[in-house]
């Protein structure tokens, strides 16, 4: 039976530095996501990548699993076990770089997630009398949420600088303490404009739109 949990004590950090580019030289494609690049990782860190190729891990963020040496390391799936990349796209060329989750998001009151559904490509054909179709391309996943409006908060700074820059920054969602992780890569739209309604709180609210899929992890 799943576990309930609410949208109470969940911890959202933001990006707040990525390391120095990584270059890959190969992914592996099977049972054990083995990446070749010589690095500094170590097991438990969360790299994003930026590759060619196998675009199934372009833009996304992973788990780092293991590491032998320096040379190679497995990304993490979901299940404490290797990300499975059988049915992957061979890869190119790319990097990765390590992130560093320094900043927390600590003022959201509420939280809405839209996108994440797939359009369906009509595969029906005249020689038959069932319409048939295949999934296509999923819609971007964004979340919209409101915040404590605090001009002085460093979250609410961070997300400005970050909607400013229109650069990606990576997030990480834990669902309580020792809980189910989320992280993503995605542009942070924010301009810090106050609003609400007369004698309630005043809000500003905040969006996060996914580039990539995100990434479960149990804990």
Not at 135 to 157: K, M, R, T, V
Request: charged letters at 10%; hydrophobic letters at 40%; one cysteine or more.
């Amino acid at each position: 039976m799943a576990t309930v949990r609410k949208w109470s004590n969940v911890a959202v950090a933001m990006q707040s530095a990525l390391g120095t580019a990584k270059t890959i030289t190969s992914i592996a494609v099977g049972a054990t996501a083995t990446v070749t690049a010589t690095h500094d990782f170590s097991a438990g860190d969360f790299v994003v990548f930026d590759v060619i190729g196998m675009y199934q891990l372009n833009g996304r963020v992973f788990r780092v699993l293991s590491v032998s040496t320096t040379v190679s390391f497995v990304i993490e799936g979901s299940g404490a076990a290797s990300l499975n990349t059988t049915g992957y796209d061979a890869f190119t060329s790319g990097t990765c770089k390590k992130i560093t989750f320094g900043t927390s998001i600590t003022t959201a009151t509420s939280i809405n997630a839209s996108g994440g559904d797939f359009d369906f490509i009509d595969t029906t054909t005249i020689h038959t009398n069932q319409k048939t179709q295949v999934p296509g391309s999923a819609n971007p996943l964004s979340y919209s949420f409101d915040n404590i409006w605090d001009p002085a908060d460093a979250g609410q700074i961070a997300m400005l600088s970050a909607s400013d820059s229109q650069a990606q920054r990576a997030f990480k969602f834990t669902f309580g303490t020792g809980g189910p992780i989320m992280v993503f890569n995605g542009y942070v739209g924010f301009v810090g404009a106050p609003t609400g309604s007369a004698q309630d709180k005043i809000v500003s609210p905040a969006a996060i739109t996914a580039f990539g899929n995100p990434t479960y992890y149990a804990s």
